[in-house]
């Protein structure tokens, strides 16, 4: 059994954590520690500033 903690769910954490999910043994546990609970896609961001976008499109509810 093993307990797997990512520190940060930013670009780094995130996919690390849902690649390493599919991994896990039954067994195994996966935790995820961050500030608050989405994601933003970072490079998206400038899009956001100039209304390209709007930060629901480019933010993913982690929780
Ligand atoms: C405008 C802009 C455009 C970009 N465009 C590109 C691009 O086109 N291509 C490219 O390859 N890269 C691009 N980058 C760079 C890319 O976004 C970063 O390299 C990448 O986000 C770094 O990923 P990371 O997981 O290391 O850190 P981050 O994505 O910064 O994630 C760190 C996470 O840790 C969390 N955290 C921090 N401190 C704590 C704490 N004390 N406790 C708990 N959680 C904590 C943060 O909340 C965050 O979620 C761009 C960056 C910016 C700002």
Redesign the pocket.
């Known amino acids: 059994m093993s307990h797997i903690v990512v520190?940060?769910?930013?670009?780094?954490?995130?996919?690390m954590a849902y690649e390493m999910r599919d991994k896990l043994r039954s067994d195994d546990r996966l935790s995820v520690?961050?500030?608050?609970t989405s994601?933003?896609?970072?490079?998206?961001?400038?899009w956001v500033a100039v209304g390209w976008r709007e930060r629901d499109d480019v933010t993913v509810d982690l929780a």
Do not use: E, K, R
């Open positions: 520190l940060g769910a930013g670009l780094g954490g995130t996919i520690v961050t500030l608050g994601y933003s896609f970072v490079p998206s961001n400038p």
